[in-house]
């Protein structure tokens, strides 16, 4: 079946850019999602992508789409503390069915 | 305010012991599903449901059972709750348009 992977774990220093990757396999892939989760709370919608685009900008964010490599990445400029969370990475393809990626946890220090 | 309701977000319970957590959005959605996230393992899910009267299984759905009589609601039921059920419960439901997720707030469960 499909499969999303990411690393679990990023540390970056406050003011730096964090990197976040992600690889899938499905092929069919429409949309492509990044979905923060900070303590304690549910998941919410960061930005999303669609297939045919290459890269996308949102103020501090920046999603980049190799759709020949199945790589997705989240660029946060200027990294902050409050940026310290889980970003999961996720798509959807033919199937009705979204698949998540296990989550990076990125930890912003001083 | 478009959200997603779960209740209860804490419970504290027994093996065997039947539970229910209820799951309510107020955004018209047809597809809602439940998950379930568990350290290292990331979201998994249990079941979910295209529409009314309409649900299938997901990737883990032993040991749960759901219901889908009203387009809001999608309780995910505990029959006999086990201590491998321990776990932090997401309901999340979606739109159409692009495929976005609105997650509730989750549910900590503890079966002792």
């Known amino acids: 079946g499909e499969d999303v992977e990411q690393s679990l774990f990023l540390s970056v220093r406050e003011g730096d850019s964090s990197v976040i990757n992600c690889t899938y396999t499905d092929s069919s892939s429409t949309y492509l999602y990044w979905y923060k989760q900070e303590p304690g709370a549910g998941l919410q919608l960061l930005t999303y992508?669609?297939?045919?685009?290459d890269m996308k900008q949102d103020q501090r964010l920046t999603v980049l789409l190799n759709k020949k490599d199945k790589h997705l990445s989240l660029r946060i400029a200027d990294t902050q503390t409050g940026d310290s969370a889980i970003y999961f990475c996720a798509e959807k393809g033919g199937s009705y069915i979204p698949t998540f990626g296990r989550g990076t946890s990125l930890i912003v220090h001083p | 305010e478009a959200q997603v309701t779960q209740n209860p977000r804490y419970l504290i319970t027994v093996t065997g012991k039947k539970l229910t957590v209820t799951c309510s959005q107020n955004m018209n959605h047809e597809y809602m599903s439940w998950y379930r996230q568990d350290p290292g393992l990331g979201l998994r899910q249990i079941y979910y449901s295209m529409n009314v009267e309409v649900t299938d299984k997901g990737d883990v759905p032993e040991g749960y059972k759901v219901s889908r009589k009203e387009k809001r609601n999608f309780p995910l039921i505990l029959e006999s709750p086990s201590p491998n059920q321990t776990s932090l419960y997401f309901c999340?439901?979606?739109?159409?348009?692009?495929?976005?997720?609105?997650f509730g707030e989750g549910s900590r469960l503890t079966v002792l």
């Open positions: 999340a439901s979606r739109t159409g348009n692009t495929g976005e997720l609105f």
């Open positions: 992508i669609f297939s045919n685009m």
